[in-house]
């Protein structure tokens, strides 16, 4: 008999919802191929139930999904709620209170998708970003003094514990051990410039480094980096860095994989509960009309099972993507894919059956 995981479901916002379901339906094809099963719990959090009864999120949210062994998260952000109130009330405050120190973000191109970058193939472009998330400039601390005077001053500090990048480092050290790839590790950081936060990033990577006697490694600046990401994509295996360049980055990553349409990140805390997500926003303007990608939802799916233990359902899940992507699909993006959602959806559940 297989195993049995809890899953809490997400759908959230905009077509949230629609990449979601999806994403459920290959799950639930691989259950029957692999041979484990899941038991869902939906949970309705976002701009509609905020709008409806004025609450972001209750405060009984991070105990009742830590149940859970794992969660799927369609979407935050709402066209009629302010930006930030869903963004900071709910994947920011889940991401805290789970302590979900890592967030993981594959940079894979994947056969047949188109990449902006000149004579670059899905042998270049095949790197991993593993961004610190739960500190930085993304702690909230700072403020502000004299709002709206002439002498007003906005602060806001970027937070670095000798836990939270340890932490941090060794996942990234594990996980290239494990990845195999390359076996290289980069570390992304601006010590040139942010002197104090990064030279405690840079100590902490080197020291840590005699754990790691096959790993080589490597640092390059943040801003450098981006221009390698474009030029030389091929260079990376994995990517250490902090929540605001990991953030900045895995977008420029996302459209060198093909675009928000593909890619897929975990929210990870290794001793907790991992929340999935495709990393595109909730496209409101594309909300219910059946035309957006589930592919990265159904990537993210991948992951989770992967997190899970489910390899060989994450491996061929991702599979199946790739033949989807590579004989199928005209285009990734939202109303040219040739096919409807729910018709990608099928494409690859019959293909994950064959
Ligand atoms: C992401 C998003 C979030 C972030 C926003 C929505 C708060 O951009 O997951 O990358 O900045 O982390
Ligand atoms: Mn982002």
Redesign the pocket.
């Known amino acids: 008999m297989g195993k049995t995981y809890n899953i809490g479901v997400l759908p959230g916002d905009g077509t949230g919802p629609e990449v979601v379901r999806e994403a459920l339906k290959v799950i639930d094809a691989a259950e029957g191929k692999f041979g484990f099963s899941t038991n869902r719990e939906h949970y309705d959090f976002g701009g509609d139930r905020y709008l409806q009864t004025g609450e972001v999120l209750p405060d009984s949210a991070s105990a009742e999904l830590s149940k859970h062994d794992a969660l799927l998260l369609g979407a ?2 709402h066209p009629d709620v302010k930006p930030g109130i869903l ?2 009330g709910i ?2 405050r889940l991401r805290f209170e789970l302590d979900q120190y890592i ?1 993981l973000r594959p940079v894979k191109l994947f056969p047949g998708v188109d990449t902006p970058l000149k004579d670059k193939g899905p042998e270049h472009i095949d790197f991993v970003v593993v961004r610190e998330n739960t500190e930085g400039l ?1 702690a909230g601390a700072g403020g502000i003094l004299r709002k709206g005077t002439p002498h007003e001053v906005a602060v806001q500090e970027s937070i670095n514990t000798r836990m939270g990048v340890e932490r941090c480092l060794r996942y990234a050290y594990e996980y290239t051990k494990k990845r195999g790839k390359d076996n290289k590790l980069t570390l992304c950081g601006k010590t040139n410039v942010l002197t104090y936060a990064f030279d405690l990033w840079e100590r902490a990577f080197n020291e840590l480094a005699s754990e790691y006697p096959t790993i080589e490694r490597d640092y390059a600046h943040v801003d450098a980096i981006c221009m390698w990401m474009v030029k030389n994509p091929e260079w990376f295996d994995v990517i250490v860095t902090d929540n605001m360049f990991g ?1 900045i980055i ?1 977008d420029l990553g996302a459209m060198i994989q093909g675009g928000m349409g593909i890619a897929a ?1 975990g929210n990870i805390n290794p001793e907790g509960v991992s929340m999935f997500e495709p ?1 595109g926003g909730s496209a409101p303007k594309y909300t219910g009309m059946n035309v957006i990608n589930p592919l990265a939802a159904i990537c993210a799916s991948a992951m989770m099972l992967d997190e899970l233990g489910e390899t060989k359902a994450a491996v061929a899940i991702e599979k199946a993507v790739i033949e989807i992507t590579s004989q199928k699909l005209d285009s990734l993006a939202a109303g040219r894919m040739g096919y409807s959602t729910t018709e990608v959806g099928d494409l690859v559940v019959a293909q994950l059956l064959k």
């Open positions: 935050i952000g963004e900071k994947l920011l967030n993304y953030d895995t990140g990393i």
